[in-house]
């Protein structure tokens, strides 16, 4: 079964759309460690909160995509851009439009 991860984040004033460009910058690498979807959303009601969606083969590529130096690289650079404020939930994908079958 695929693993889903859904998770806001709260940015620092004025830094929303710098964290989303930075996390839209490892879409090839996230592909590689076996990401089938990765959405990066954000709302007009909350100028400092960005929403982030995925999608992964199996928890396990998502915990090794967590040890990239990549991913580490781009975590250290988003960290002075964010308040510290996370929530997550991870899901247990059945499928849907887009989702590969397991």
Sequence with gaps: MR?????????VPGKRDDVVTLLLGGED???AAGCDLYVVGTSDSDQNLVWVFEVWQSKAHHAASLE???TKAAIASAMPMLTGEFTGQELDIAGGLGIPSA
Excluded: D, F, H, N
Aim: hydrophobic residues 40%; charged residues 15%; proline residues 7%.
């Design 29 to 31: 690498g996230l592909r």
């Design 68 to 70: 990239l130096p990549a």
């Design 3 to 11: 693993y889903g991860y859904l998770a806001t984040m709260r940015t």
